[in-house]
């Protein structure tokens, strides 16, 4: 099985993408996060990507499209797919049909998480990760059970993201409704996307894409 999570910066596409994955058996293909990496490691794409990023526009297509067919090639054929932040732009939704066939895939879900622009900024200011695994957190609305003690892990470490404070939030607010909304139409038509309600709280948002996905 192959899934689109779409929604904007904050929606909750990397926590469900993360119960999926516990769940399912499946992997998680983030654009973001392989863009940080490349970041964090220096390599051409990454020294490209950084100053991009700091500013919340979008990367090139072409940078991310490569991006996610080795993500693809790194995993086992019949590993069910996660893209969690990608495709962003028409170009790139385009990409990934090309891209899924040569490897014999094909998309099964799109899941829009819908949510009010109002409450991303809340979401996205607040929002840090473990260090050591990756686990989502949140400052109000995910704490670990044991403060500071990372729930997976039992690390001690967390970070934030450099680029989410509210100045680049609207930025990629902006960026979404401009570039990545115009992509819905196209699933629509082809009668794969579902819309859930990003607003309830996550243990329902997870239990709707269930529901979907069992369908
Ligand atoms: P969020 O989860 O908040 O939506 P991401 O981690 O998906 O953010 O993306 C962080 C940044 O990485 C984006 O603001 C953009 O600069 C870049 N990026 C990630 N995915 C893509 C993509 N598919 N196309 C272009 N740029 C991307
Ligand atoms: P995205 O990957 O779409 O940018 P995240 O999954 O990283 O979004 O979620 C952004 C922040 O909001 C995280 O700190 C997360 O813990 C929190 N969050 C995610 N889903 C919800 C929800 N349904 N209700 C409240 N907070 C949420
Ligand atoms: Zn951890």
Sequence with gaps: MNIILLGPPGAGKGTQAQRLMERHGMRQL??????????KAQTPVGLQ?????ERGELVSDEIVSALIGDGLDAM?????????GYPRTEAQAGSLDGILAARGRSLDHVIELAV????????ITGRYTCANCGKGYHDKFEQPRVAGTCDKCGS???????DDNEETVRTRMAEYRAKTAPILPIYESRGIISRVDGMADMDAVTAAIEGLIAD
């Design 76 to 84: 086992g054929p019949d590993t069910g797919a996660i893209f969690d």
């Design 49 to 53: 990507a950084k100053a991009v990023m």
């Design 116 to 123: 009010d622009e109002d409450a991303l900024v809340e979401r």
């Design 30 to 39: 983030s654009t973001g996060d392989m863009l940080r990496a490349a970041v």
């Design 156 to 162: 001690t470490e967390f970070k934030r993201r450099p």
